[in-house]
């Protein structure tokens, strides 16, 4: 299973856009790369999935480069609300199994 | 529609006690996850069901742990004599493939708290 590295901890004010990257070296094939949001005392939630190049829904952007060792999340003009952990998850319908969550990326919005 | 159910949403017990904690998982999703997240922490991962296969069960933590999937539905997590350091919130997640995607939706968790 492809291991996941992103930064412990992020700090971004209201209105600035916040990239997000996360490495995974180790990325197979049929893997997808996704991301989860986590707010406190709730279970995470799908964001944003992606295969190659760039991905962009209601909520965020997904850029992910020619040899997919990274990728990155883009949350435009963040929100005190856009306060939470953020997991990016390798993996995908070739291999689904055991899906491991890395430690997260704890973004932090400021007035 | 419903999501992922998850009860109940906090048990305080014992120390040596059994608990069962429930998942009621979106109807017609592939696989059932359990995981586990103590305070402050990442999700650790523990139990997975899909369809009919052995389920993976390499990530429980101890014998103490078990889980079963009854009709390929509603699932129980079993922790036997209850320890101290089992007190986290349980998490599940139903799995949903769409072509080659899969997508986990996770309940809201139990939080237990074994004293």
């Known amino acids: 299973l492809a291991k996941t590295t992103q930064p412990i901890s992020m700090d971004s004010y209201e209105g600035q856009e916040v990239n997000i990257t996360c490495s995974h070296n180790n990325i197979a094939t049929n893997d997808y790369i996704t991301w989860y949001q986590q707010f406190p005392s709730q279970g995470p939630r799908f964001i944003i999935q992606?295969?190659?190049t760039k991905v962009t829904n209601e909520v965020a952007s997904l850029f992910i480069p020619a040899d997919r060792k990274s990728s990155t999340l883009s949350l435009p003009r963040v929100s005190l609300s856009d306060t939470a952990v953020y997991y990016c998850?390798?993996?995908?319908?070739?291999?689904?199994?055991?899906?491991?969550f890395g430690q997260g990326t704890t973004l932090q919005v400021k007035p | 529609g419903a999501g992922v159910s998850q009860s109940p949403s906090n048990k305080v017990t014992e120390k040596g006690k059994d608990v069962e904690l429930r998942c009621d998982p979106i109807?017609?999703?592939?696989?059932l996850y359990w995981y586990r997240q103590s305070l402050g922490q990442g999700l650790e991962f523990l139990i997975y069901f899909q369809g009919n296969s052995a389920p993976d069960k390499s990530g429980l933590p101890s014998d103490r742990f078990s889980a079963e999937r009854t009709g390929g539905s509603v699932s129980t997590l079993t922790i036997q004599r209850t320890q101290q350091e089992d007190s986290a919130v349980y998490l599940c997640a139903s799995l949903l493939r769409e072509g080659r995607t899969d997508t986990q939706y996770f309940g809201p968790g139990t939080r237990l708290t074994v004293l």
């Open positions: 992606g295969y190659k």
């Open positions: 109807s017609g999703h592939t696989a």
């Open positions: 998850l390798v993996g995908g319908s070739g291999n689904t199994g055991k899906l491991i």
